[in-house]
């Protein structure tokens, strides 16, 4: 029996159902004639509060609302990759083909391209008995990506018939499973998952490889790990979105997953446009191949925005759960948490801080808690990854999520206004940020970048400080009345953050950078600090060495040293040797 | 549906409430009759069961429980659309105000407009010129984009929207043309006049359709009027193929007015007093700019916003600059040193300025010179902190040259006349002109070769 309640009341993106219903919470509903999508948010003996992921305009007292039994759920199968979804997984392609250039309210599509068909390797047999997780078979989804089928982790049994290999599309049943109980299913290429449960895994598994972003000031200063958790906030103009760009680029994941939460049409428009162009360095396939944009853009309903994140991350766990390393870039979950807020007001619920429900701060450490590096319910090692840029309000750190984000986050990417008003990009301050993973992650630098990789990045760290801690008398008296060991500190200081941390997004050589060569370029900062150190001491001023062009010209290697060629970073020790007896024999 | 309601079970400032109502939808418009001669309009905000609560947009003061029938509509707010829009002038909702009569429709369209699908978008890449050098130079307006000017009363933000209107240009050899919507939301009558007397002077009046909403007007009014214009900006864009740009000011009023209904609703507030979905509809007007695929026309916007106490994390502004493509932000300091227009180009920004620059749009110097000057006047903030403390007489030769190319940056790029219309490559030259005050070595945003052009040994 289908169980329907009819409309009370209507308030925004919020409907009520009077008297006792038989929905239960979180139920997946169709609101009125034109079947809009919504969920059950409260009930109680006499009212049902139910949320509506579309515009509610002309919705009345007296349309029907009709439940459907399960949760708000998205369809797990082939054909998300390479794809552009709204907050519920409904494609914007296929609404775009339904309802044109608009989206339009009640639009029925499929998730996926049932029509579709892909090449399947059945990897089971008759007698197989099989785990909740278990692969069934295998389907190359993109050029870039093979897509693993798996048993639903609800399912367990034994394999009694199995298709032969071949083409299959997403209704073709290709295996069929006899449950411990007896009964038998058909198992095809699709399963469903609700957003808010995270999908089971075996084990939580220690973390300990970093993911590799090619950006110099994360990869050495602040690095995330596989499975790691971080927080990029900045107000507006301070570069988050060409940050989460970049790493979305750039970064050694298997898949990414972009979700575009409030934030500009045009953004998404040109995401999509770029990703399918660009090439991945590592593989030579094209971006869009392994990944997977959701757009909830700032106009589309409010609703769909708090569940978009939700829907991310489930689609992300699934391609975990194939063993595979994901991403999230989340952009913005300041527009997730005001959409709770905007959702919590309709319902008139006691504000906590700024209007925020007290919920936020669950809300938010559930949503980062879902990252992490897991065993597989199939042994296989995977990891999700989030990235989620925080947009504050007046751009000020102590507003409620970023602190509450801050809490549950391990690394956190401060973006700076005034570093992006003097267009120094990325604007990550190298005050503010940190990175919790230092310790996890530094036997791995040491181990396979080079043995003294951190103790170079202490040096780096500790040369800003001081520059910092410089900086404040120079800004009261001026540079000329320090001391010559103090001018090449704030000199060298200078290099650093002009020739290594400032990093050119559209220069094809430096915006994505090899791990091996910020090692190199770190070593010959290093190197030029000392040589120009010893020069000092035995009381050459500065501003005798700053006649040679050498400080300029290892500014310039980042523009100038191709990521191929990087035997020719050895020339510039040679330089700094000749800068240095060039110094000695002059003066 | 002709069924009217008599009576109303309440009125509290702007809103009403009706009880008995049969067959009412949200956002449904209801038509109003007072007295039998007075027509008002309303939007139904909220309904349970038989009982709807109405926003009036026009001001309730004569209303009372018994003077009033009310008739639904059957839809939400519609516009009557066709070209005979451009050259008329009409009221906040969209009714005639120049005597003309109503327009003939040729289509009529929902007001509230439909999210444009991201797959259906195509990425703005042209620029416009306005002839600005602080804008054309460092914050480059693109075809289909939003850009905001942040300012503050007393500040000459009229003049510089007026001066962009009638300069603005596609290219020099580009004979599209384009056509302006005009919204104006809590404005100053003399400020209308001014715009009014502006577009007859520079020869647009034919191209301007003009939304009018008066300070003096119903504040209700001024929620619907950004809508309404943009509705009928989409219309000419999309499916007359017109290039549009469309003048908002003062989205701050529009936001008061929210704030304002939002509280005599009893709603939950969030910040300052605005409620939690200030946000979102912010968004669901700015986000109308843009250009779909396979149209030829596009809507830019231009929207213009006071910021409360010149205060940029004020939610109004700040809440704009999350949603649009950057801002220019207009400065009390430059004004006070009587430089026009008075453009803080630090915090000012075009984030779709990089893909309509360089090479086969402006010029390839573009980007790094636009790079380099942002650096470089950052770097004068700093010595004039430093000349203010120990005075200018102390400071590094090197400080010295920097503000002195401050001073010359600010008087001479900046700065130029309301009816200066500077060409790119005037724009460009003068940037590098200006930077031949600092010595090379410090220009370390700009890539060899383009220097090695732009500023020889």
């Known amino acids: 029996m289908t169980k329907q309640g009819i409309i009370y009341g209507v308030n925004g993106p919020v409907i009520y159902i009077k008297g006792k219903t038989e929905f239960q919470m979180a139920e997946m509903v169709y609101v009125g004639k034109e079947r809009l999508v919504g969920e059950v948010i409260a009930l109680s003996r006499n009212l049902t509060t139910i949320q509506v992921y579309e515009e509610t305009t002309g919705l009345a007292p007296g349309d029907e609302v009709i439940g459907t039994d399960a949760p708000i759920s998205v369809t797990l199968a082939p054909g998300i990759l390479n794809n552009i979804f709204d907050g519920i997984e409904r494609p914007l392609a296929s609404i775009a083909k339904a309802s044109g250039a608009y989206i339009a309210r009640g639009v029925s599509v499929d998730s996926l391209d049932y029509e579709k068909s892909w090449d399947v390797t059945l990897c089971v047999k008759p007698g197989d008995v099989v785990k909740g997780g278990a692969i069934l078979a295998t389907t190359p989804e993109t050029k870039a990506i093979v897509h693993k089928v798996m048993l639903s982790p609800n399912l367990a049994g034994t394999i009694v018939s199995v298709m032969p290999n071949g083409s299959y599309t997403l209704k073709d049943t290709i295996a069929t499973l006899q449950k411990e109980d007896g009964s038998i299913v058909d198992l095809t290429m699709v399963q469903k998952w609700p957003i808010r449960i995270p999908r089971p895994t075996a084990a939580r598994e220690r973390i300990s490889l970093p993911l590799i972003t090619g950006q110099r000031i994360l990869d050495t200063l602040f690095p995330i790990a596989k499975g790691g958790t971080a927080a990029i906030p900045g107000g507006f103009g301070t570069g988050k979105t060409m940050n989460q760009h970049q790493i979305a680029k750039w970064s050694d994941a298997d898949i990414i997953i972009y979700i575009g939460c409030g934030e500009r049409g045009n953004e998404m428009t040109q995401v999509l446009e770029e990703f399918s162009q660009l090439e991945d360095p590592k593989s030579g396939n094209l971006l869009m191949e392994r990944t997977t944009l959701i757009a909830n853009t700032s106009n589309m309903p409010v609703a769909a925005r708090e569940a978009s994140i939700y829907t991310g991350i489930t689609l992300a766990e699934y391609y975990r759960d194939m063993g595979y390393d994901v991403a999230i870039m989340a952009d913005s979950t300041s527009r997730w948490a005001e959409a709770l807020r905007e959702l919590s007001g309709r319902l008139e619920e006691m504000p906590a801080e700024e209007g925020f429900p007290a919920y936020l701060a669950s809300r938010l450490a559930a949503f980062y808690e879902r990252a992490g590096m897991v065993e597989t319910l199939n042994g296989e090692e995977g990891s999700v990854s989030i990235i989620g840029a925080v947009s504050p309000q007046g751009g000020d750190f102590s507003e409620p999520v970023t602190q509450n984000t801050k809490r549950f986050v391990r690394c956190f990417w401060g973006l700076d206004k005034s570093l992006a008003y003097s267009r120094h990009f990325p604007a990550i301050h190298w005050l503010t940020s940190y990175s919790e993973y230092l310790d996890d992650l530094g036997p791995w630098y040491n181990e396979n970048v080079a043995g003294d990789f951190m103790d170079c990045r202490m040096k780096i760290v500790e040369l800003l400080n001081q520059e910092s801690t410089l900086m404040e008398i120079v800004k009261l008296i001026g540079s000329d009345v320090l001391p010559d060991d103090q001018k090449l500190t704030l000199e060298i200081a200078r290099v650093i953050r002009l020739g290594f941390l400032q990093q050119n997004a559209f220069h094809p050589e430096d915006t994505c950078v090899p791990l091996q060569k910020q090692y190199q370029m770190m070593k010959i900062i290093l190197y030029l600090y000392t040589k120009s150190k010893e020069l000092v001491e035995m009381g050459m001023p500065v501003s005798i060495l700053r006649e040679n062009n050498i400080f300029e010209k290892v500014i310039a290697i980042k523009y100038d040293v191709p990521n191929n060629r990087l035997d020719a970073l050895d020339q510039y020790f040679k330089d700094i040797d000749a800068f240095y007896e060039d110094v000695l024999a002059r003066n | ?457």
């Open chain 2, 1 to 457: 549906m002709n069924i009217e309601y008599m009576g109303l079970s309440e009125i509290n400032g702007p809103l009403i409430a009706i009880e008995g109502i049969r067959g009412a939808s949200y956002d449904e418009i209801v038509e109003i009759t007072v007295n039998q001669k007075e027509r008002k309009l309303g939007k139904i905000v909220e309904i349970y069961e038989d009982r709807a609560v109405i926003q009036v947009f026009q001001n309730t003061d004569n209303m009372s429980l018994t003077n009033c029938r009310t008739r639904l509509t059957g839809h939400p707010m519609e516009l009557a659309l066709s070209d005979a829009l451009l050259g008329r002038t009409f009221n906040g909702v969209g009714e005639p105000l120049d005597g003309q009569g109503a327009i003939i429709a040729e289509k009529r369209a929902d007001v509230n407009g439909k999210p444009l699908n991201p797959v259906s978008r195509e990425y703005p890449r042209n620029y416009i010129r306005t002839g600005i050098s602080a804008i054309d130079g460092l914050t480059t307006l693109i075809r289909g984009q939003k850009l905001p000017i942040f300012s503050g009363n007393g500040l000459p933000h009229d003049q510089l929207a007026a001066q962009i209107v009638r300069q603005a240009s596609l290219g020099e050899d580009s004979k599209e043309e384009f056509a302006i919507v005009f919204a104006a939301m809590g404005l100053k009558y003399d400020v209308a006049e001014y715009f009014k007397k502006t577009f007859e002077e520079s020869g647009v009046s034919s191209h301007v359709c003009m939304f009018l909403n008066l300070a003096n007007d119903p504040v209700v009014e001024r929620l619907i009027t950004p809508k309404v214009a943009l509705t009928a900006a989409e219309y000419l864009a999309f499916e007359k193929g017109k290039h549009i740009l469309v003048i908002l000011t003062d989205m701050t009023s529009f936001a008061e007015a929210m704030r304002e209904v939002s509280s005599s609703r009893g709603e939950i507030p969030s910040r300052k007093g605005y409620p939690g979905y200030l946000y979102s509809e912010l968004s669901t007007i700015y986000e109308r700019a843009g250009i779909v695929q396979g149209s030829t026309g596009s809507v830019t916007q231009i929207p213009i916003l006071t910021m409360p106490n010149d205060d940029i994390t004020h939610p109004i502004p700040d809440l704009t600059g999350y949603i649009t493509e950057g801002q220019i932000v207009l400065d009390r300091t430059l004004n006070g040193k009587g430089i026009y227009p008075p453009i803080n180009v630090l915090p000012s920004l075009s984030r779709l300025m990089k893909d309509g620059i360089g090479k086969g749009y402006t010029r390839e110097d573009h980007q790094d010179l636009a790079n380099q000057l942002f650096s470089s006047y950052a770097k004068v903030g700093d010595a004039r902190a430093l000349a203010s403390v120990i005075g200018e007489d102390e400071l590094s030769p090197l400080d010295q040259k920097y503000l002195e190319f401050g001073r010359a940056f600010e008087s001479r790029f900046v700065g130029q006349s309301f009816t200066e219309n500077r060409t790119i490559e005037d724009t460009l030259n003068l940037g590098w002109e200006l930077l031949k005050i600092i010595p090379r070595s410090e220009l370390d945003r700009v890539n060899t070769k383009i220097l090695d052009q732009y500023y020889p040994v």
